[in-house]
């Protein structure tokens, strides 16, 4: 008759050593997963923030001949804002508007605006910062066009910038420029 072999102590320790690096590899990846989800998500709301904002600003310059140059002229400015002094997150900022109760405007500094992604009931508020999922800083600008022979009262195209996470000094955020072609279909002459 055989008799069985059993395992010995040896072996049943490098089983184990085998399965804990294996582990352990595999819960080395959760970090960076996790860190590239958070990123993704960052990136979906900084797109979906300046697209509201490019387009709105489309749909407001497009209504009539008067509208297009009140925003070129009042609005937007013709360069990138620079928002590099933006430090007081809270203050300083004018509300929101009911058309985009998350992207408030920078008081007496045209084309700056903050968004917020906010996680709760209620109003959003900038100063309720242990709710607030992402916040970035916009700039909106507009310059004209490369079709020549064509003035900034027939097209221009408009740029949104974000840049996030707004807690970081502006050299660490990540930075995304978004742009936009806009005709206007009430042009005069």
Same mark, same amino acid.
């Given at each position: ?6 395992? !010995? ?11 804990? %690096?294996?582990?352990?590899? %595999? ?10 989800? @958070? ?7 900084? #797109? ?11 749909? =407001? ?8 140059? !009140? ?45 917020? =992604?906010? @996680? ?8 309720? =910062? ?28 408009? !740029? ?5 996470? #707004?807690?970081?000094?502006? #050299?660490? @955020? ?16």
């Amino acid at each position: 008759m055989r008799t069985k072999h059993c395992f !010995n102590m040896v072996e049943i320790m490098l089983a184990l050593g085998v399965c804990a %690096i294996g582990v352990c590899s %595999i819960m080395v990846l959760f970090p960076v997963g996790s860190t590239a989800t @958070r990123d993704a998500a960052m990136e979906t709301y900084a #797109a979906h923030a300046a697209d509201q904002m490019l387009h709105f600003m489309k749909y =407001s310059m497009q209504l009539d001949n008067s509208t297009w140059k !009140n925003v070129i002229t009042t609005k937007l400015p013709a360069a990138k804002p620079d928002s590099s002094s933006v430090v007081d997150l809270v203050s300083g900022w004018d509300s929101a508007s009911s058309d985009f109760p998350t992207i408030f405007p920078k008081s007496g500094t045209p084309g700056v605006y903050q968004i917020i =992604s906010w @996680r709760g009931s209620g109003t959003p508020s900038l100063s309720t =910062s242990g709710q607030i999922e992402f916040r970035a800083i916009m700039n909106v600008w507009y310059e004209s066009t490369q079709l020549t022979g064509v003035d900034q009262y027939f097209a221009v195209r408009l !740029n949104a910038e974000v840049c996030w996470p #707004a807690e970081l000094p502006p #050299a660490s @955020r990540q930075r995304v420029t978004y742009s936009l072609e806009v005709f206007n279909p009430n042009y005069l002459n």
